[in-house]
């Protein structure tokens, strides 16, 4: 099922002119890479009888893929994570709306496209994580603290150009306009205990290690090491705390797994019906806990210990899909700052 790049190209090619919309064919590109997802995709095919090709690959070289392809591409439905790729996919033309009222119905609309470009499927937090033995909870729990000058020489975090901080800056734009949001930005990098490299894993593996006392990371990132075994993982635990911000004013800023259909879709029928098995509560159950994530259908629950651990949170209200807007400011900022 799942294929190399090249081998799927090499399909394509052969079959593009013998595409059928009525074959019992889903083409997907998907950014995600869970184990559990292999279950989720067989499940839809045992209802419905659709076959999965499946295409993984990273965000970015996706939608490459599909601006290369253009019209000729044999995807149906793409599968990205975090809101500014998705609105970048949205800017490029590559979906088409899907109208539906299983999806309008189960997913908030902060969590989708209004026009039904795309349908978030599952959420995480940009949370803070700090060293217990270097700084004090009341002094990070904040997005706003980490540009603190008490906290100088403490901050860790990945490049600003990478669309998860750059969704979160879109977000200090929204709240408090683009001159604060810049001031901002430029007090994280005056706090930072060093340039700007890795993953956010890399940044929890730093906090733990003390060459930070506070970092910027994905809630799943931490909850996979929360549930994880691993002797070196406990220990990075044992060091470290998180702590969902801003839950005074604004609530944590959160982002989204989502999907949408290609608006060559060869197979759109097809497209309409996995982005509606996706919402229902057994693939939403598969899909979130998959990656440690919140499903986004507030009628299902999951059991998930590392996010039981983390505990309920106040969510920033603010629609997903608007964060896409303040994608390019947002980058102007990161660059102006030397957030890099
Ligand atoms: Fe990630």
């Not at 590109?29 to 995709?41: G, N």
């Not at 026009?115 to 002094?139: C, E, H, L, T």
């Not at 706003?144 to 879109?170: F, W």
Request: glycine content about 6%; hydrophobic content about 40%.
């Amino acid at each position: 099922m799942k294929k190399s790049l090249a081998a799927l190209a090499a399909a394509a090619a052969l079959a593009a002119p013998a595409f059928a919309a009525d074959e019992p064919v889903l083409n997907l590109y998907s950014a995600r890479h869970y184990q559990t997802d292999e279950a989720l995709y067989n499940n839809f095919t045992k209802a419905t009888g659709i076959k999965i090709n499946r295409i993984e690959a990273g965000d970015e070289q996706l939608v490459e893929r599909l601006k290369n392809e253009g019209t000729a591409s044999p995807a149906d439905v793409l599968l990205i994570v975090d809101a500014a790729r998705l609105w970048q996919a949205q800017q490029l033309g590559l979906f088409a709306p899907v109208k539906s009222k299983v999806l309008e119905d189960t997913i908030p609309v902060k969590y989708r496209d209004p026009a039904g470009n795309w349908f978030g499927f599952s959420y995480r937090a940009r949370v803070i994580v700090y060293n217990k033995a270097m700084v004090k909870p009341g002094d990070v729990a904040t997005y706003e603290s980490l540009a603190d000058p008490k906290n100088k020489g403490k901050v860790c975090t990945r490049s600003g150009s990478h669309p998860y901080n750059l969704s979160l800056i879109g977000t200090q734009i929204a709240h408090q306009g683009e001159a604060k949001a810049e001031a901002w930005a430029k007090g994280v990098v005056a706090n930072m205990a060093r340039a700007p490299k890795g993953g956010d894993t890399d940044q929890i593996k730093a906090v733990a290690a003390g060459e930070c006392g506070v970092a910027l990371a994905n809630s799943y990132y931490y909850a996979r090491l929360l549930r994880s075994a691993q002797p070196a993982d406990k220990e990075i635990v044992a060091k470290t705390a998180v702590i969902f911000p801003d839950q005074a004013t604004y609530g944590t800023h959160v982002n989204i797994s989502g999907a949408g259909m290609l608006k060559s879709a060869p197979h759109p029928d097809n497209a309409r019906k996995f982005l509606e098995y996706l919402a229902s509560p057994e693939a939403q159950r598969y899909f979130a806990d998959g990656n440690n994530e919140w499903p986004v259908s507030v009628s299902v629950k999951i059991s998930n210990p590392a996010l039981d651990a983390m505990g309920e949170f106040k969510i920033d209200p603010l629609p997903i899909a608007s964060y896409g807007k303040y994608t390019a400011e947002a980058q102007k900022i990161a660059d102006r700052v030397n957030w890099r």
